[in-house]
């Protein structure tokens, strides 16, 4: 019996994300299920601090493109690494906590599968963006648990 039809795998590309990807994979086999994979550039907004009211500055635009171009390429890398085929892939920008959610509710995603934590939640039992989708999904959440090797 298939339980999902859709699912979501959130990766951050950190040496771990191999794991979750192997999870995901084999769940949207034994589901017949489609696989979408997420991963979210977070671009750094450059400002000029010097004066009252910060100021953004026009050189970010470059940095940003070159974060994203960057981003696509190891996004690719990382399908092709681990395998994947996916028949939707997601590169966004923003923060990962709002992203994930968005793109699970927008394509009608009934299984959500990320990492316990990745680069941000190392010391945590349980990472922000991990916490925060679990706590914001409308579906099932599966949190792979992550091994620090
Ligand atoms: P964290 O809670 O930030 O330590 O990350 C936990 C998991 O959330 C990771 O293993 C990924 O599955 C997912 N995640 C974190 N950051 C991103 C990102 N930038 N893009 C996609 N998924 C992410």
Same mark, same amino acid.
Not at 8 to 19: E, R
Not at 41 to 67: C, F, H, K, T
Not at 88 to 94: A, V
């Given at each position: 019996?298939?339980?999902?039809?859709?699912?979501?795998? @959130?990766?951050?590309?950190? +040496? #771990?994300?191999?794991?979750? &990807?192997?999870?995901?994979? =084999?769940?949207?086999?034994?589901? !017949?299920?489609?696989?979408?994979?997420?991963?979210?550039?977070?671009?750094?907004?450059?400002?000029?601090?010097n004066?009252?009211?910060?100021?953004s500055l026009?050189?970010?635009?470059?940095?940003?493109?070159?974060?994203?171009?960057? @981003?696509?390429k190891?996004? +690719? #890398?990382?399908?092709?690494? &681990?395998?994947?085929?996916? =028949?939707?892939?997601?590169?966004e !920008?923003?923060?990962?906590?709002?992203e994930?959610?968005?793109?699970?509710?927008e394509?009608?995603?009934?299984l959500?599968?990320?990492?316990?934590?990745?680069?941000?939640?190392l010391?945590?039992?349980?990472?922000?963006?991990?916490?925060?989708?679990?706590?914001? +999904?409308?579906c099932?959440?599966? &949190?792979?648990?992550?091994?620090?090797?």
């Amino acid at each position: 019996m298939n339980i999902y039809q859709h699912i979501l795998l @959130a990766v951050d590309l950190s +040496a #771990a994300s191999k794991q979750v &990807a192997v999870k995901a994979k =084999q769940l949207a086999e034994m589901n !017949q299920a489609k696989l979408t994979i997420v991963h979210v550039a977070e671009l750094m907004p450059m400002v000029d601090v010097n004066y009252d009211a910060m100021q953004s500055l026009d050189y970010d635009v470059e940095i940003n493109q070159i974060l994203l171009s960057n @981003a696509e390429k190891n996004l +690719a #890398a990382f399908i092709s690494e &681990a395998k994947l085929n996916p =028949q939707q892939q997601f590169l966004e !920008q923003g923060d990962p906590r709002d992203e994930i959610i968005r793109i699970a509710e927008e394509n009608q995603v009934d299984l959500i599968v990320i990492g316990s934590h990745g680069r941000h939640g190392l010391a945590l039992l349980l990472g922000s963006t991990a916490n925060s989708v679990l706590h914001h +999904a409308k579906c099932d959440v599966l &949190a792979v648990r992550l091994s620090d090797e």
